[in-house]
């Protein structure tokens, strides 16, 4: 059950960090509150009070209220923004029992006045859970998958545009699947991130537009994926109970720390790398010289991002209220007809890399082919003029 009442403003989250900051500041240098000021005006300037009207229907309309649940978000934020600078690096699990209750820097930051406000592990990953639409149970902690779900690396199928090729497959679903599920209204694939996103766009995407960071009547968006290399191991860990001397070792059924993650082709670093891909849309503000990230979509590691583009300008479309890009700036891993054909509908111009095919394309029209640099020709040999 959410009360409105039992979440805490920003101004009351201002106040804690202001006057107990200024405390710790002042007569107990011991606690270097003032080596968090990065983090510090991070989260002052992070207004967390707009979710109130959106996040009360992931909650029920009965049982116990539930609490600080503005202080576990701000806690999960600097976690992240203190990745690997505390000695709970990855782990949550050690950011809520260790580095919280021993610092109270930190718990005036998330804003708890006292350690003794600061919430159990288990109400974490109750947050969490609320706010992720999807199937739980491959996520269960105890889970055990079979062995060699991901022991083997795929078969080495590297394009033109130095992607990892998906291998030919009837039942897989192609660009134009997707783009005609687009098209006919329909989510273009299952998104259990899509409360997350939504989330984002509130915090982010919205104060960054009325700020004028981003020029909504003359949008540009880029995308392009990022490999993400998971810390799991992709053989899994045996139980404590299957030693060396099982019989059965080999085929054992296995715990998987990440059992999402898949392995695939980083065409930056030319190597294989097991885990996942980020998948972000981003804009340029030319005047501060920064990218603006606009939405972020983890996808299996194999999938191409031709693919992973068209799911993330659906949710984009879907999640981001209203706001239409008037270009796309894509590299050549995004050269294909569906592509086009999607933002030629919704009237967007298309600056895309040409790949560099030395045939002709099988998403292409039969009387279009292509030079050695990728470059269109007409069917009387001539290249083809933007």
């Known amino acids: 059950m959410f009360k409105p009442e039992s979440w805490q403003s920003h101004d009351e989250y201002r106040t804690i960090v202001t006057t107990v900051g200024r405390r710790l500041s002042r007569n107990n240098p011991k606690y270097f509150f003032n080596q968090y000021d990065e983090e510090r005006q991070k989260l002052l300037n992070l207004n967390l009070d707009p979710l109130l009207e959106y996040i009360p229907r992931f909650y029920s309309q009965g049982g116990r209220p539930a609490k600080h649940q503005a202080q576990i978000l701000r806690s999960l934020i600097l976690f992240v923004l203190l990745f690997n600078k505390t000695k709970a690096r990855t782990s949550l699990t050690l950011w809520v029992r260790e580095v919280l209750p021993n610092s109270i820097s930190l718990a005036t930051l998330i804003g708890c006045a006292s350690l003794e406000e600061l919430p159990p592990l288990g109400s974490y990953y109750d947050f969490m859970n609320r706010f992720w639409i999807g199937p739980r ?43 005609n599920d687009i098209l006919d209204g329909k989510p273009a694939a299952d998104n259990p991130e899509a409360a997350l996103q939504k989330i984002f766009s509130i915090l982010a995407v919205l104060p960054s537009v ?71 849309l981003c804009t340029r503000n030319n005047t501060l010289k920064v990218e603006l990230p606009l939405l972020m979509r983890f996808s299996d590691a194999r999938r ?44 967007i111009n298309a600056l895309i890399d040409i790949n560099g095919r030395a045939k002709s394309s099988e998403n292409a029209p039969a009387d279009i082919t292509f030079d050695k640099t990728g470059h269109p020709l007409c069917p009387a040999g001539h290249k083809m003029c933007p």
């Open 304 to 347: 191409h991002d031709s693919k992973s583009f068209l799911y993330s300008i659906d949710d984009f479309g879907r999640n981001a209220f209203g706001i239409s890009p008037k270009n796309v700036c894509l590299d050549s891993a995004h050269d294909d007809i569906p592509t086009y054909e999607l933002l030629e509908h919704w009237d």
């Open 137 to 179: 149970s491959q996520y269960s902690r105890t889970a055990l998958l079979p062995a060699g779900r991901n022991g083997k690396k795929p078969k080495k199928l590297i394009g033109a545009d130095g992607k990892l090729e998906e291998p030919e497959d009837p039942c897989t679903v192609t660009s134009k699947d997707i783009v």
């Open 210 to 280: 009325r700020l004028g960071l981003i020029d909504t009547q003359n949008l540009t968006l880029s995308g392009d994926g990022a490999a993400v290399a998971s810390h799991s191991s992709p053989y899994g860990r045996h139980l404590s109970s299957c030693g060396r001397d099982c019989p059965f070792r080999d085929g054992c059924a296995r715990h998987y720390s990440d059992p999402d993650a898949t392995w695939g082709w980083d065409s930056d670093n030319k190597t294989w790398y097991f885990g996942h891909t980020l998948y972000m």
